[in-house]
């Protein structure tokens, strides 16, 4: 099967690591704040399972890692010499200002190391490393919890629900250590195998994957999980099994949940698609299923609710036509169809935990990044909106929307900072754009982040670029907080 393509910004094919770096900046001079340690590890079970253990042993190093792993900056002006001292300010640093940062505790090997998995509550950032999850305070980003992974991250859910994420690490060779952890203070909540080890095999076995992933999403109290052949729900509270479902094997399966529904998405055989909502009480009987022509095109789920896939046609290569297609809920058929734009720069669509890095989707509304603007579409009829004209030369892609207003990101370069326009969702028209700080050391920052595979967020008067990709060199970052207050509350 040809590679599903990629666009925009990187050009990566699904799971491939990120390119290299060019030589990453020298970090500033800097004096670490205090680092919080995790909460203490929950008193085992009599008789934990051997599987089990190298889990405890991590809480112990994660412990230990907690004192110096990593190295965690507060920036605020330079001195004289250009060194940064600590933020202290009761109010914290200014609109575009760089608040913290958060670099990247696992160095890249020969490996791929997959960062995937970010989520939220109300105070923290929660983030996947290749080999462990780490929550910070978004608003200083003081380190609240930390743990070491018994394995290698290989897998994770796009979203959590009831502040609970569900991750897996490899187990051995296979992609099968299932675990449910409470986003609000790291305690894992259970911990089971998805199948037998002895009974994995090739489809779980991440050096072997020619074909499918295995793919997380949550919905409705379940975990669902899939795989090259076969798909199985779990309850979230526990971990029972629920349901589990054998087939052919496929090359490729994507998965998407949430609160309104849980789609499927599988490529078994040469000639179909299938698209599928699923019920994870009844595996066995979809809500709904949908099957197109593999010519017609490669997809991936941008949003469950509304029901917006991305659809490129098969023949692969990065230079195709792709639109944006918004499916009834209730039975998959086609309602609109945003046709490609020659300006659009959407970034990768195939990373499992984020749908398009470069497309927002909002109620009846589909916000696109492009090189110098960001464009919007109704999802009603597919028709434009408005495009917003930013800078000519750089990306700006959205990145929330509240309070009738659109939040778009325009991506840093090493000569230039980033800046956020504030931009009325009825008209395009900018009512206040932020230029972030130009000082060498913030730019550079800024500059390499923008570089990583991964979206903006904004959450909590923080602008949040995200390492949700790989790690291609030693200097990679996970999280670069920048100062951007509501103005408008």
């Known amino acids: 099967m040809t590679q599903p393509p990629s666009y ?5 094919p699904p799971s491939a690591p990120l390119p290299p770096v060019t030589q990453p900046p020298t970090m500033p001079s800097f004096h670490p704040p205090t680092l919080h340690s995790g909460p203490s590890a929950p008193a085992p079970r009599s008789g934990p399972p051997a599987w089990r253990k190298p889990a405890l042993i991590g809480l112990v190093l994660a412990v230990l890692l907690a004192a110096g792993g990593w190295a965690l900056w507060a920036f605020t002006g330079d001195d004289a010499s250009g060194s ?56 200083t980003g003081a380190k609240k919890w930390s743990f070491l992974l018994q394995g290698p991250l290989c897998s994770a ?20 250590h299932l675990m449910a952890v409470d986003l609000r203070s790291g305690k894992r909540i259970w911990e089971e195998l998805l199948v037998p080890e002895k009974d994995a095999g090739d489809s779980l076995t991440p050096g072997k994957w020619a074909k499918a992933n295995l793919e997380l999403a949550l919905h ?18 526990d971990g029972k099994r629920v349901e589990e479902e054998k087939r052919d094997s496929c090359e490729m399966v994507d998965s998407a949940g949430g609160k309104d529904r849980l789609i499927a998405i599988t490529y078994c055989g040469s000639d179909t698609i299938k698209i599928r909502s ?36 098969g023949n692969g290569g990065q230079d195709n036509l792709y639109d944006f297609v918004v499916l009834d809920p209730e039975n998959g058929k086609e309602k609109a169809r945003v046709a490609y734009n020659t300006l659009w720069e959407r970034g990768n669509c195939f990373l499992a935990t984020s749908g398009c890095t470069g497309a927002l989707v909002d109620k009846d509304s589909l916000y696109v990044a492009a090189r110098g603007a960001t464009m919007a579409y109704d999802l009603s009829n597919g028709k434009e909106r408005w495009t917003f004209k930013a800078d000519a030369n750089r990306l700006t892609t959205p990145v929330s929307v509240r309070n009738g207003r659109l939040a778009a990101y325009t991506f840093a370069t090493p000569d230039r900072p980033g800046r956020i326009s504030y931009v009325a969702t009825s008209s395009g028209k900018a009512e206040r ?25 904004l959450v909590n008067d923080r602008l949040l670029l995200v390492n949700d990709g790989g790690f291609g060199a030693e200097d ?14």
């Open 8 to 12: 925009g910004y990187p050009h990566q």
């Open 84 to 139: 940064k001292e600590p933020a202290a300010t009761a109010k914290g640093p200014a609109a575009g200002r760089v608040a913290w940062m958060a670099e990247a505790r696992t160095k890249p090997d020969k490996d791929n190391r997959e960062a995937l998995g970010t989520w939220f509550t109300s105070s923290l950032v929660v983030k996947a490393e290749p080999d462990m999850v780490t929550a910070y305070d978004i608003k």
């Open 157 to 176: 859910s796009r979203e959590s629900e009831g502040n609970v994420a569900v991750i897996a690490a490899k187990f051995g060779s296979v992609c099968t």
């Open 220 to 237: 409705d109290g379940h975990v669902y999980a899939i795989w090259g052949n076969g798909e199985q729900t779990r309850r979230l509270k």
């Open 278 to 313: 699923i019920n994870p009480k009844k595996l066995e009987k979809s809500r709904w299923s949908r099957t197109i022509k593999r010519n017609d095109g490669f997809l991936s789920i941008i949003s469950t609710d509304p029901l917006v896939v991305s659809q490129a046609p």
């Open 433 to 457: 754009t932020v230029d972030h700080t130009g000082t060498s050391a913030d730019l550079k920052n800024e500059s390499v982040m923008a570089k990583s595979e991964g979206f903006p967020r």
């Open 476 to 489: 990679s970052g996970m999280v670069l907080a920048i100062s951007a207050p509501d103005d408008s509350r």
